[in-house]
């Protein structure tokens, strides 16, 4: 009989070949965890195998949608992969990403994003090794990273500038608030049990774009007076201003030579990045809002901006951000993972094991985690001279305390973790 290509078998996972039987190691549960140590909502997901005490960690936090996220795991992640063997990452990752055939958005994304990051936590701990090293090693000691500075004015701005200089921090992001609006960015009284963390609290309330568009170039004025040119200073305008104000400003600030200016348009607004390239060389840096590849992908292919900025989890996890780095490389864009207090720590060391081993690595934002939030997850990374070090433990390196974890429950609160409004003097709701 001559062989035709009819004979050669398509391959598929063992556990789903009729005769081929179970693999050796198989995912036996998937759990998924809601937390909130620092009353900030996390998703963790836990993969447990077949083999006793071997499991992973990931991160799915998506804090403003959680139970959603909870619930497309549990009802169709895990009956989709008990069985199958957790070696195969890239196979698990295309399946649930294709299985539900309309894709990507940050619901699918983050769930498949705990189950990836788990995966990778896996294979780390069988071969007794860092993630970074599976990604091809380190290419730096420590990621220098950013941390936040806010206040009522310039000057209290100036004062917690200062303060995270003194701690070694290098790179600071500034925001100021708009008297009498609602500013994103900008803390209130801290407390226990609010309803919004106060890295990201904002009054529910309205938006002045115009008085917002003025007190931006005076605090860097005041900030560069001040701090002088060394420190790296950056801003998020967390897509609050009409494009054309965006562009007005990012040319303003040019003579405060930022690190980067931060989310100038809305995902929906990715069209004005072409004039925004024309009329000003102040670094770019965008893409916390994007879920999916179409969003981002041209943008780097015109080097339309200069650092991506992709919450790891909302795409999807550490396999497409790994080839989203390296695309990057080719034109030049660096890294600046989106690491906010609503990704776990989890998350944050997954950002770790790809600032560690890529070349086009950027800068790497940092929250600074409560004592709470560290217990609940042993082996969070430390900050020391300004930069996030790998604590060295095969896998992600960090774990989940379960039981303390339940301790920490989500927040009740009437909106489930869904941002206030916000509004312009006339009524109309803006963007967050
Ligand atoms: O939950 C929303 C936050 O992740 C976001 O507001 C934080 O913009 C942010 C940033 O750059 O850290
Ligand atoms: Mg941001």
Known sequence: MTESHDA??????????????????RITDVKVILTAPDNIRLVV?????SEPGLYGVGCASYTTRPAAVKSAIEEYLRPLLLGRDPNDIEDIWQVGHISGYWRTGPILMNALSGIDMALWDIKGKRAG?????????KVRRAAPVYSHASGRDP????????????????YVRCQVDVPGNATYGVDEEEGPRQPYPPHLRARQGTWDTAAYARAVP?????LRSRLGEEVGLLHDIHERLPPILAIGLAKELERF???FLEDPFAPEDNGYFPFLRQQTSTPIAMGELYVNQAEYVPLIKDRLIDFIRCHISAIGGITPARKLAAYCEFFGVRTAWHGPGDVSPVGHAANL????SCSNFGIQEWFRFGEAAREVFPGTPEVRDGMLWSNERPGLGVDIDEALAARYPLPEHPLNGAFPEVRQPDGTVIRW
């Open 8 to 25: 050669v078998q398509p391959f598929v996972p063992a556990a789903w070949e009729p005769s081929g039987g179970m693999p050796a190691l």
């Open 45 to 49: 997901v836990k993969v447990l195998t």
């Open 129 to 137: 090794m860092p993630v970074y090293q599976l990604l091809g090693g």
């Open 155 to 170: 000057q209290e701005v100036e004062e917690q500038a200062i303060a995270l200089m003194e701690q070694g921090y290098r």
């Open 218 to 222: 005076r605090l860097f004025d005041h």
């Open 257 to 259: 030579h930022l690190f």
């Open 353 to 356: 094991a790809l600032d560690l």
